[in-house]
């Protein structure tokens, strides 16, 4: 049995015991900031656990999860994995532990044809809570009476959850599969011991208490289910392998990256190990990225980033000189093509992003071995955990390899440092993603079920009669009413107000009661699916029941003319740079715009004025801007930009910029899924100009712009600075650019005098004199750091001390020498001509260089011996005179 089949079995299974199955929410949580990952199967049932939801009392689901915890782990056990599949069945206050035992127990012995002597049951033995002795009763009802010793009772630790100090936790039964002897060791404390003998299989959570401050449980009203078993461990009990990494979920990227590196999987166990981390990390990687996460140094990017990185460090070490993770994705789509094909149209884009991002590694690998280097140098005694950690983290440089070139040196490293340095961090990275959000998703949750669904009109009309039919306080709370001067949220039947989502902001606005202000609206949001949440302030009580005027600012225009100007410029990008350019972020304001793509290199300056010249270009098209709702399969019919990852309705929301309309939908300036409110024609943008192009992370750089209305703000604020500055240096704003470069140009000399000014000081006693054969005399002098403006600037000096001298002055900057030959007023040149000088000292340094018969310059590669050069100076200097 394949894990294919395996998957496809367990949803089987329960759908024909009444469980609904449910999809596979995204690895990106909807609707929780509080997640970095979605880590569980639960996650996506949050609401029917808590009561804000309703409509199903249980359901089956394989759901794709994260965690970020065993990064470091994977390769080195078989239990750790970052990306994983976790089947699951739910009750939502339905069934309880009876059914749950029985169908798991039917499910592994007769389903899976698994050995029944082979499993361990665990029970709650009691701790914090009383022994789950009704737990203890179904699995002896269940087990045969020859497997009732198999019963095991573990404590608080293994088999008690709950969900904090306080609320919804209940004991745990986990059943445990016994690989056999062969993995014994002395010691073993049998089923729940962290060896590799007993492997964890099917955790059945039972929440039935509520616990109070004091420890104190209360029983549940509604007592849930919450089952979890990887898909990966059940399959390779089931395929009869001896690791995850064995099986058909991981094993044809295993063959594929040993073919390609050309080295055997079971070769040593350095190769093992390496093997499985490149599996593991690329399957991770491939399907965060199919999610739309792209690498960065912070949040799910910098989890990314360092799979990415850890996977190519351990190819590296099995021999890999170029890029090689990206070849490896058609044996991920192999195994997952058929259970998530969302990943297949994203195939190009994993494949440049691993591409690019590993040979980013290589180059940074090359810079952390020598920053390792100087670590060495520093620290002769032992390098200190920290240093280790900030080459870890700056550079992507593993301990292990830190650790192994500081041993090669006889250099102790702290490594207790490192670990003190990296919980630090993790702390850190913790704290910053668990913000307000967690208090705000929890607020908006539970108000979502109260109050009826949002009518959005917003698309149709900036303003709309609609009642209040929700509001809560300052603090989250349900209210009846909000006073005069107070703050909450209110939710109302309908609404024109734009909820923040797709990077455009929420609208701003009013509510009007009989022609009077009611309430100032001071943002819009819509956290989960059904209901507007509009942030306000009562000017007059608010009341549920109150018939309202809701009507928005004038800044939504602006705000429409900005989000427009994003497509334009995502079009405009995608014409520059290739249609691999992707979105990797937005925001759009009613002041500017905001706009992150991926990218392999800067922009130079010409093709940012391309960019913008071409979205100007359609701006004088006037096209037109159609919004439409069509069904989401249109999208890959008429090639539609799509964000990676992002969920879309069906049917979705299109906005096509073009001449011709739908008819000609292929023949467009850009076509886009979006639910932001835009402009009808592009005339009313006039311009978009580009503010600023910065880079965010590798491969992702921000364009800032304006356009519409904040784009003649912008303008005009610019031509009143100019005007202010033209006043102040006294010349007209068209003269202004050439008088800011005089000015710069004076203050450039200034600073090269000043830095001249201590070897000027000691020009003449720096000087070197030679008598030349008709009386004359040459001077030459050697600095460094000058350029040939300079050297001019010296020789003025030299002519008045030497008035009948041939001068030659040299400086040597960066590997670079330039020169200078002149003659002084009283000088007799006869048929001495300083350019042919010049001519023939370049061609000795195959540089180059010309000018006149009384002064000339030049340059070339600066020569290794200047005492000898300075002699062949002299020499030709000298026949030059005859």
């Known amino acids: 049995m394949t894990s294919c089949e395996i998957r496809k079995g367990f949803l089987d299974f329960f759908a024909g015991h009444g469980h609904p199955v449910v999809k596979s929410s995204p690895l990106i949580p909807e609707g929780d900031p509080t997640l970095l990952f979605t880590s569980a199967g639960m996650v996506q049932f949050k609401p029917y656990y808590l009561g804000l939801k309703t409509g199903m009392k249980r359901a089956a689901s394989c759901q794709k999860s994260f965690r970020t915890t065993d990064i470091d782990n994977v390769g080195r056990t078989i239990r750790h994995l970052t990306f994983f599949e976790m089947l699951g069945n739910f009750s939502f206050g339905d069934y309880f532990k009876a059914e749950s035992i029985k169908w798991g127990w039917d499910f592994l012995t007769k389903e899976m044809g698994l050995k029944p002597g082979k499993f361990y049951p665990s029970v709650y033995g009691g701790g914090v809570a009383p022994r789950d002795e009704e737990a203890r009763k179904i699995w002896e009802s269940v087990l045969p009476a020859s497997l009732r010793p198999h019963i095991v009772e573990l404590g608080d630790g293994d088999n008690f959850w709950a969900m904090g100090d306080t609320g919804p936790s209940g004991p745990c039964s986990e059943i445990y599969w016994d690989r056999g002897e062969k993995y014994a060791h002395p010691g073993c404390l049998g089923a729940g011991c962290s060896c590799d003998r007993y492997i964890e299989v099917w955790n059945h959570v039972f929440t039935q208490f509520d616990k109070q401050p004091g420890g104190v449980f209360n029983p549940l009203p509604k007592k849930n289910i919450d089952t979890g078993m990887g898909l990966e461990r059940l399959t390779f009990i089931v395929e009869g392998k001896e690791t995850p990494f064995d099986t058909t979920l991981f094993y044809p990227i295993v063959e594929a990256a040993s073919k390609m590196l050309k080295v055997e999987y079971d070769s040593s166990p350095e190769a093992v190990s390496a093997f499985r981390i490149i599996s593991e990390h690329l399957r991770a990687s491939v399907f965060l990225l199919a999610e739309g996460v792209i690498p960065s140094n912070e949040g799910r990017g910098y989890v990314l980033r360092r799979l990415i990185r850890r996977a190519a460090r351990y190819g590296r070490i099995m021999g890999a000189k170029d890029p090689f993770l990206h070849k490896l994705v058609p044996s991920v789509h192999g195994i997952f093509s058929g259970v998530y094909p969302e990943i297949i149209p994203a195939e190009k884009q994993i494949k440049d992003a691993l591409k690019f991002e590993e040979q980013g590694f290589i180059e940074t690998l090359e810079t952390g071995e020598r920053f390792l280097a100087g670590l060495v140098e520093k620290y002769p005694r032992g390098i200190p955990g920290a240093e280790a950690f900030r080459l870890y983290e700056t550079y992507g440089f593993p301990l292990e390899l830190t650790r192994e070139l500081a041993l090669k040196k006889n250099i102790p490293l702290d490594e207790e440092g490192f670990n003190r340095a990296r919980r630090s961090a993790q702390e850190t990275a913790k704290a910053n993603w668990k913000d307000s959000g967690e208090q705000n998703a929890f607020v908006f949750q539970k108000a979502e079920e109260k109050f009826p669904p949002t009518v959005f009109a917003g698309y149709e009309a900036a303003q709309a009669q609609a009642r209040i039919v929700g509001l809560l306080d300052k603090a989250g709370e349900i209210a009846a009413a909000l006073n005069p001067g107070t703050e909450g949220w209110a939710a109302l039947d309908c609404t024109p107000f734009y909820a923040e989502s797709g ?380």
């Open 503 to 882: 990077g455009q902001v929420g609208d701003l606005g009013l509510f009007l009661s009989g022609g009077a202000v009611a309430a100032e609206v001071m943002d819009t949001r819509k956290p989960a699916e059904k209901v507007f949440f509009h942030h306000v302030k009562a000017v007059g009580k608010l009341k549920i029941g109150d018939e309202v005027k809701a009507v928005v600012s004038g800044l939504r225009y602006r705000t429409a003319c900005n989000h427009t100007a994003v497509h334009v410029i995502n079009a405009t990008l995608k014409e520059v740079f290739g249609p691999a350019t992707r979105q990797a972020g937005s925001i759009v304001t009613p002041e500017k715009f905001r706009f992150d793509y991926t990218t392999v290199r800067a922009p130079s300056r010409e093709e940012l004025a391309k960019i913008e010249a071409l979205a100007d270009a359609a701006v004088r098209e006037n096209y037109r801007v159609f919004k439409m709702e069509r069904p989401l399969k249109d999208a890959e019919k008429f090639g539609a930009v799509m964000l990676l990852g992002e969920k879309y309705k069906d049917p979705a929301r299109f906005v096509l910029i073009n001449r011709g309309g739908w008819d000609d939908a292929l023949n467009r300036c850009s076509l886009e899924l979006c639910g932001g409110t835009h402009i009808d024609a592009l005339s009313e943008l006039m311009l978009v100009k580009i503010l600023k192009d910065s880079s965010v992370s590798r491969g992702v750089r921000r364009i800032e712009g304006v356009a519409g209305p904040a784009a003649l703000d912008y303008l005009k604020s610019i031509s009143e600075i100019a005007e202010k500055v033209s006043r102040r240096l006294s010349v007209s704003p068209e003269e202004l650019a050439g008088r800011v470069e005089q000015l710069l140009d004076n203050i450039k000399e200034l600073k090269v005098r000043r830095e001249q000014a201590p070897q000027a000081k000691d020009l003449s006693r720096n000087a070197e004199v030679v008598d030349l054969p008709n009386g004359a005399r040459l001077v030459t002098a050697g600095f460094s750091g000058f350029d040939t403006a300079a050297l001019r600037g010296l020789s003025d000096s030299l002519r008045k001390s030497y008035p009948d001298a041939v001068l030659f002055l040299y400086s040597e900057n960066k590997g670079k020498l330039s020169y200078i030959a002149a003659v002084s007023p009283e000088f007799k040149s006869g048929d001495f001509s300083a350019a042919d000088v010049v001519k023939k000292i370049s061609g000795m340094l195959n540089g180059s260089g010309g000018g006149r018969r009384d002064f000339a310059q030049g340059g070339g590669p600066a020569p290794a011996d200047l005492g000898r050069f300075k002699t062949g100076i002299i020499e030709i200097i000298k026949s030059s005179i005859g």
